[in-house]
Nanobody
Framework: QVRLVESGGGLVQAGDSLRLSCAASGFTFATIGMAWFRQAPGKERDFVAA????????YYADSVKGRFTISKDNARNTVYLQMNSLNPEDTAVYYCARRPRGRVVVTSTESYDLWGQGTQVTVSS
């Protein structure tokens, strides 16, 4: 079955860390770019971070640069998002997504063809 399943969300305090995981199944994970997006209540789904399949290169939204790290473990078919120095503005549902080859705009939701169900991250002040 082709799917993505996120885990690792929760309720934390400002300044804490969390690591999100996204387990992939049903497709060739090693040759696919992956990304994390997030969506706060009443807002659009925003790009957070992405990783290229070819060389492991990464991209980050300015709001998370220096605090979040995306990584991809092809042996485990899993992509991670390490989130440090969390603040209340990071509160959202976090989604992982698959970017097929040929779709080059890594920050656009339209470049992704498969999404997980999301995991809630809540940061209290």
């Amino acid at each position: 079955q082709v799917r993505l399943v996120e885990s690792g969300g929760g309720l934390v305090q400002a300044g804490d860390s969390l690591r999100l995981s996204c387990a992939a199944s049903g497709f060739t994970f090693a040759t696919i770019g992956m990304a994390w997006f997030r969506q706060a209540p009443g807002k659009e789904r925003d790009f957070v971070a992405a990783v290229r399949w070819s060389d492991g290169g990464t991209y980050y939204a300015d709001s998370v640069k220096g605090r979040f790290t995306i990584s991809k473990d092809n042996a485990r078919n899993t992509v991670y998002l390490q989130m440090n120095s969390l603040n209340p503005e990071d509160t959202a549902v976090y989604y992982c997504a698959r970017r097929p080859r040929g779709r080059v705009v890594v920050t656009s939701t339209e470049s992704y063809d498969l999404w997980g169900q999301g995991t809630q991250v809540t940061v209290s002040s």
